[in-house]
């Protein structure tokens, strides 16, 4: 059992090296992507983008439930090395996403568009093109449902390398999309939108081709039906749903809010905060891609002590990562905007702070999540930590309609999602004995220590020196020597301090031979 532990945690670092190496890659395109099609577009058509393409988000809820059902039952049945169920699991999952998604382009052909034109403020010059873009994101919605347990079945497999190759290609064609924004002689806003489409359709075309040929339960049976597994896997969906429905709310929903509050320019501004703020939680994300697959297939090995671990490391390590990169951009917000952007739209660089510090938080509760999504049985889970969740959305409006800032939706993101920490901890105790002492001791106080002596030169440095190039570049080394030290000395146990020692030796060794 202790040398599939070690060769599992070798399988996690493996993966999460290669899941690395596509985020840097797959960031400095993105990035770059960014800043051409915001240049090209304009602010107020990046606005009516991201607020437009909020709208189709919004009937995620539907999807995005299913979605981590399929992920689920894909791994759960890989830990079980059930081939069979693998199969039925598979081919029922696109029968499930065809028929859901077809549900979902009748709703937002019907309630999305009456939406749009009668709720939304885009300029009336723009609403065409609005419409374009909506269309459009609802045929990529629809191409990406569809490929989920593809997507689901590489990630199930631990085929990261893969995975990584498939996103920097997808990024790449992006990137030759904002190109042809420029040289289009048609509108730009409407070119874009119908790329993007183009792009889905290249992907989707190559995730099947890969999948077919490699795994064997992605032979699509259109007829496979199992009623059991039918009603676990609905059943799962339906109260992921409730969980979903939050998420969805408190982001998309929120989108729309400022839209109708305060206009497309704080929709770009908000926009612009995301996407920096994707690109840390890519690396974030990363990790958790690698180690996800584990803690399901642990849990359904029935090796707790081996689970319990996963949760506390993962919890710990993914808050350090993110700490890494949140800590600097903190600081130097506005001047990495201004060398990204020509044109940056206004208070970008405050909601970029405040979305970093959302993001640490929805972060550190995600390896709870993921042991409580593989022990299935989540309906009161979901019921609490959607009633709670959902607050952010009407006390939001209720804020904004009382005529307060437009940041207010951030702090009470933050307020409310630290709360659902503490939830996913207590259902973590009830539902497979995790103990909440264990979380507080090995997460919370190394977690809060690093954070407070990670800051300490930082701090003093933006103190001592005004802002602009030369503090970055000084800033940025600064914080990364202050956030790993900090993290060895107070945030590692001594087992993981001797296993990072020896991996430091070993490839010192190597480099030398």
């Given amino acids: 059992m202790v040398e599939k532990h070690i060769e599992n945690t070798k399988r996690v670092a493996r993966n999460t090296a290669l899941l690395y190496l596509r985020t840097i890659v797959m960031m400095l395109i993105s990035l770059f992507t960014s800043r051409i099609v915001l240049e090209a577009l304009g602010v107020d058509n990046y606005g009516i983008n991201n607020v437009v393409g909020g709208v189709v988000g919004m009937f995620s809820i539907i999807s995005g439930s299913l979605s981590g059902s399929i992920s689920r039952f894909l791994t759960y049945a890989l830990g079980e090395e059930n081939k069979e169920k693998l199969r039925k699991v598979f081919s029922m999952s696109i029968n499930i996403q065809i028929f859901i998604g077809i549900i979902i382009l009748i709703l937002a052909e019907s309630c999305g568009i009456w939406f749009i034109n009668q709720k939304l403020n885009i300029p009336s010059d723009r609403l065409i093109a609005a419409h374009w873009v909506f269309q459009c994101s609802l045929i990529s919605f629809f191409i990406a449902l569809i490929n989920i347990p593809y997507n689901a079945c590489l990630i199930a497999h631990e085929r990261m390398n893969v995975f990584a190759y498939m996103t920097i290609l997808d990024v790449s064609l992006k990137l030759l999309t904002a190109y042809a924004i420029f040289i289009s002689p048609f509108d730009k806003l409407i070119t874009f939108a119908v790329l993007n489409v ?10 099947g081709i890969y999948c077919v040929r490699n795994f064997e339960e992605c032979h699509y049976e259109r007829t496979t039906f199992d009623k059991k597994l039918a009603k676990e896997m609905t059943g799962f969906a339906w109260w992921g749903f409730f969980g979903n429905t939050a998420w969805i709310f408190n982001t ?7 839209n109708m509050f305060f206009g497309v320019i704080y929709n770009a501004a908000r926009g612009v905060a995301a996407q920096i703020e994707g690109a840390v939680m890519g690396f974030v994300g990363n990790f958790m891609t690698a180690l996800n697959p584990q803690i399901t297939k642990s849990y359904a090995a029935g090796d707790k002590e081996y689970l319990f671990s996963l949760i506390c490391r993962g919890t710990k390590f993914a808050y350090f990562l993110t700490l890494l990169f949140a800590i600097p951009l903190w600081f130097e917000a506005q001047t990495v905007l201004s060398i990204w952007l020509v044109e940056v739209p206004e208070d970008s660089a405050v909601f970029l702070k405040l979305s970093l510090i959302c993001s640490i938080i929805t972060t550190t509760g995600t390896p709870l999540l993921t042991a409580i999504m593989a022990n299935g049985n989540i309906k009161r889970y979901e019921i609490v930590v959607t009633i709670i969740g959902c607050l952010v959305f009407p006390s939001t409006y209720v804020a904004y309609k009382l005529g307060a800032s437009i940041l207010s939706t951030y ?24 103990p909440p002492r264990l979380f507080l001791s090995k997460v919370v106080i190394p977690a809060a220590s690093v954070t407070l002596l990670s800051l300490v030169l930082p701090l003093c440095l933006a103190l001592f020196m005004p802002e602009g190039v030369m503090r970055l570049f000084i800033m940025v080394p600064m914080t990364f020597f202050s956030t790993t030290a900090s993290t060895y000395i107070i945030g590692l146990t001594k087992g993981e301090k001797i296993y990072i020692t020896n991996k430091l030796q070993s490839k010192l060794r190597f480099a030398r031979v």
Avoid: D
Avoid at 198 to 207: A, E, K, L, N, P
Avoid at 416 to 421: D, G
């Fill in 198 to 207: 183009f792009v889905g359709i290249i992907m989707r075309i190559i995730y």
């Fill in 252 to 258: 998309q929903g929120v989108n729309i809010l400022i």
């Fill in 411 to 434: 702090f009470i993101y933050m307020a409310v999602y630290t709360l659902i920490i503490w939830i996913k901890v207590e259902f973590s105790k009830r539902l497979f004995g995790f």
